[in-house]
């Protein structure tokens, strides 16, 4: 099931937010910054625990990583990073798609039941919304199609939008 809100992602109460992180996994600012200030310092410390893949690197581009939610309604977070946009050709698509691919993946590790995803990549990042949106859109209805255990319960998937203009965006898109 998709559903969209409007609203900061740090309110809600559901198995698994996702952040927006960057490749170093130590906060930041736009939507980051919200998760690890409502979810306190054990989130930094958590993912200072989180194994560096390369120098600086703890999460690559279009991978992701959980941790607890700590202090969040959320019981984990799952970190992913967009790709900073550049022209379009660069990868961005592919990229951004594996986000969301990815933290499905690990939601369903996790036996999570809901999700819920901001617009990843559209602020600092600069992906132009509609494309984001309708790649975010595509991946998670090919998710929800995809045939899985009928024992397990469907996943619930939120688009959490900061913004009015964001969730009629989704709306456009979903109806
Ligand atoms: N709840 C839901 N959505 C939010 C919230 C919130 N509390 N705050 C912002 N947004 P951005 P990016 C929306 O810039 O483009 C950070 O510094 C915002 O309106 O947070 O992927 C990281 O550390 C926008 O639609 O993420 C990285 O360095 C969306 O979240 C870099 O920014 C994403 O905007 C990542 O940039």
Not at 114 to 123: L, Q, V
Request: hydrophobic share 40%; proline share 6%; with cysteine.
């Amino acid at each position: 099931m998709i559903k969209i809100v409007q609203g900061d992602i740090t309110t809600l109460a559901v198995d698994a937010i996702v952040n927006a992180a960057n490749q170093v996994m130590l906060g930041g600012g736009g939507v980051d910054g919200a998760i690890h200030w409502a979810a306190g310092d054990e989130l930094y410390e958590a993912c200072l625990k989180v194994p560096e893949v390369r120098p600086g690197v703890r999460c690559p581009t279009g991978e992701a990583r959980i941790t607890p939610g700590f202090k969040l309604p959320a019981k984990f977070v799952i970190h992913t990073v967009g790709p900073v946009y550049r022209d379009g050709q660069h990868g961005e698509p592919e990229k951004l798609a594996a986000c969301y691919r990815n933290s499905l993946a690990l939601a369903v590790e996790n036996s999570c039941t809901s999700i819920a995803f901001p617009c990843i990549s559209t602020g600092i990042y600069g992906y132009p919304k509609e494309e984001a949106a309708q790649i975010a859109v595509r991946e998670v209805k090919a998710f929800l199609g995809e045939g899985r255990d009928p024992a397990q319960p469907e996943m619930e998937v939120i688009f959490c939008c900061f913004s009015g203009r964001d969730a009629n965006v989704y709306r456009s898109l979903i109806a």
